[in-house]
């Protein structure tokens, strides 16, 4: 079955691309383009094995269906949150050894 074949999950129109998360056809009017998703995990993994890709070009677009759109922001508000508190959590131990220093 080719992507002409297929139809829009949302509406009844011919799919013009798979939603990169769920793989539903998706219709032009509903896809939704947007950035991969890259977890915390994957992004130290990253960092570690290859930092200069850090710096590299932006990652192209991909397709999302507008269900796992929102899931996307729900997954990556949790991902934030997460980096949020390591930072401070790092931010707090170097208070302390700079009070433990200092005393």
Do not use: W
Not at 14 to 32: G, K, M, S
Not at 75 to 87: G, H, V
């Amino acid at each position: 079955m080719s992507q002409n074949d297929l139809i829009c999950y949302v509406g009844n129109e011919p799919a013009t691309a798979t939603c990169i998360t769920c793989r539903r056809p998706i219709c032009e009017e509903h896809t939704q383009m947007g950035q991969p998703f890259i977890s915390l995990g994957d992004l130290g993994r990253a960092a570690l094995q290859t930092p200069a890709m850090l710096f590299g070009p932006p990652l192209d677009e991909v397709p999302y269906c507008p269900t796992c759109r929102e899931d996307l922001a729900n997954r990556r508000t949790a991902e934030q949150m997460k980096l949020l508190a390591i930072l401070l959590l790092l931010l707090a131990l170097a208070g302390l050894g700079i009070y433990a220093f200092v005393t």
